[in-house]
């Protein structure tokens, strides 16, 4: 175990303070030089779980903007939603780069002549220099996949895949429609063709405990992919979670499990592995339960916390 007096940034490569996770901000840093945010963008996309072509009502969790509830409004053409963002995030950061996000609903989703005029107008905004693209795994094809492919060899590309759970009995739960060997489809697909990959997995999901939660990490660990995010269970009002949790059909993490379950999710997961993010926004109007998680930088001071004291850091327990 590494004795904190006696530490220096040297003992934590992926960290340039005394950070125990490989952060993005740590990331984009290394990467392009400087300080780089994302900037959200609503395509007017579905999903097939939404339209029909697989289910109805889209994951139970999901709120109507398909977690785009802080882009701009899809009416509005691509270049000025990254406008309208770019304003906004300088009020936070001042950042010169940007990654357009295309992040809600299903990003892949669409004829790829529509696809490929949607990212190239995102490039073509002053001061974005890559392309961040949300989708789930059944909706990579191979063509879709070779039009990826194209964009990560002009741009630095992301693609964020969804997967919330390794269990096929959870995602029947929340109505994702696809199950993990089509998962691991879609991700090979992108991964043959060298495309970084980040995957998404939720904590606190219904029906599911801490050994369940720590497996979907340890499940990711063992696909090695470039980046990883790690969400908490929002309910928001007016979606079917909403429901199910109000006639008492489970019971939202306290803060300290959902501490002691990302810090265990840490443990296992390949020290290379770039951690998006250790938890997540909900939107304040909009959120039920739990309410500690609008205090964002107390939950990520608290998993500091919990890893110092621990003594512990990203991938002390990997199985390499």
């Not at 696809?115 to 490039?123: T, W």
């Not at 964020?160 to 993990?180: F, K, M, P, V, W």
């Not at 043959?192 to 599911?208: A, S, T």
Request: proline share 4%.
């Amino acid at each position: 175990m590494f004795s904190y007096h006696l530490m220096t940034k040297n003992d934590f490569p992926f960290s340039d303070g005394f950070k125990r996770y490989y952060t993005r901000d740590y990331y984009l840093k290394k990467t392009f030089g400087e300080k780089v945010a994302k900037l959200p963008v609503d395509a007017g996309f579905t999903c097939p779980n939404i339209d029909g072509t697989k289910g109805y009502g889209g994951c139970i969790y999901c709120s109507s903007r398909g977690g785009g509830d802080f882009a701009a409004l899809p009416s509005v053409p691509v270049t000025k939603q990254l406008e309208q963002m770019k304003a906004l995030q300088k009020q936070k950061w001042d950042a010169h780069k940007f990654i357009a996000y295309f992040q809600a609903h299903t990003n892949t989703y669409a004829d790829p002549s529509r696809l490929e005029e949607l990212y190239n107008e995102a490039l073509s905004f002053d001061g974005v220099v890559g392309l961040s693209v949300s989708t789930r795994p059944d909706c990579v094809t191979e063509e879709i996949a070779d039009l990826l492919k194209s964009f990560s060899e002009k741009t630095h590309l992301v693609v964020e895949l969804g997967l919330q759970s390794r269990y096929d009995e959870t995602a029947r739960l929340i109505n994702r429609c696809h199950t993990y060997d089509d998962f691991v489809r879609g991700f090979e697909l992108l991964r043959e063709r060298g495309i970084r990959v980040c995957v998404h997995i939720i904590d606190g999901l219904p029906g599911e405990d801490r050994a369940m939660m720590v497996g979907t990490a340890e499940a990711v660990a063992e696909l090695h992919p470039e980046l990883i995010k790690i969400h908490l269970l929002h309910v928001l009002k007016n979606t079917a979670l909403a429901k199910m949790y109000e006639r008492g059909g489970f019971e939202a993490l306290t803060l300290e499990e959902y501490v002691s379950i990302v810090c265990d999710q840490l443990e296992v997961l390949p020290p290379d592995t770039v951690i998006e993010r250790v938890t997540g926004d909900g939107a304040k109007d909009d959120l039920i339960a739990p309410l500690w998680s609008l205090k964002k930088f107390v939950v990520i001071n608290e998993i500091d916390k919990e890893m110092l004291r621990r003594g512990t850091y990203q991938g002390s327990r990997y199985a390499r």
